[in-house]
T-cell receptor
């Protein structure tokens, strides 16, 4: 069954702590993305990667970091520098970004601060 | 700056009603417009539109794009409670390196 798996579904972060959100896809897509969604807001792009071992900052990259060592995996680390991390985080993937760029999404991780 | 604006932001209707959701955009070098439905978690893809005037249809949902006036509409006829969701509009532009620019969404609530 092809798809995008995000884990965990819920995550709690203590102040000063780094936490990592997992995103795995078996769709054989080259491009992967991380978005943040706040209540009443659209999706805002944090980081994206169009190919293994390469990634670019999106609109709100400060306080976040990513890696892309494997095609299937694109983990997101929320660092202690992100002062307002409480949000719903969505991972997506697509064939290489271009004219069409239909992105398919995982079920999301809801991050809260303790 | 690229921008996607959806209206209304929220809407409450009764089952059987027909609704029209709006999406207008100002982007550099438009490439395509996408509609997604988000219930509780993952947005699911509905339509992709690239050409003006060609209606895309799937069951009770349909969508059309006007590239001259820079907007799209999503119509839902004979609404059901299962249509309750946030509907997201996103645009791919040349100015965004091919990435999606999302509007804030329209929250649709369908009452029995």
């Amino acid at each position: 069954d092809g798809g995008i798996t995000q884990s965990p579904k819920y995550l709690f972060r203590k102040e000063g702590q780094n936490v990592t959100l997992s995103c795995e896809q078996n769709l054989n897509h080259d491009a992967m993305y991380w978005y943040r969604q706040d209540p009443g807001q659209g999706l805002r792009l944090i980081y994206y990667s169009q190919i293994v071992n390469d990634f670019q900052k999106g609109d709100i990259a400060e306080g976040y970091s990513v890696s892309r060592e494997k095609k299937e995996s694109f983990p997101l680390t929320v660092t202690s520098a992100q002062k307002n991390p409480t949000a719903f985080y969505l991972c997506a993937s697509s064939i290489p970004a271009g004219q069409k760029n239909i992105q398919y999404f995982g079920a999301g991780t809801r991050l809260s601060v303790l | 700056e690229d921008k996607v604006v959806q209206s209304p932001l929220s809407l409450v209707v009764h089952e059987g009603d027909t609704v029209t959701l709006n999406c207008s955009y100002e982007v550099t070098n438009f490439r395509s417009l996408l509609w997604y439905k988000q219930e509780k978690k993952a947005p699911t893809f509905l339509f992709m539109l690239t050409s003006s005037g060609i209606e895309k249809k799937s069951g009770r949902l349909s969508s059309i794009l006007d590239k001259k006036e820079l907007f799209s509409i999503l119509n839902i006829t004979a609404t059901q409670t299962g249509d309750s969701a946030v509907y997201l509009c996103a645009v791919v532009s040349g100015g965004s390196q091919g990435n999606l620019i999302f509007g804030k969404g329209t929250k649709l609530s369908v009452k029995p």
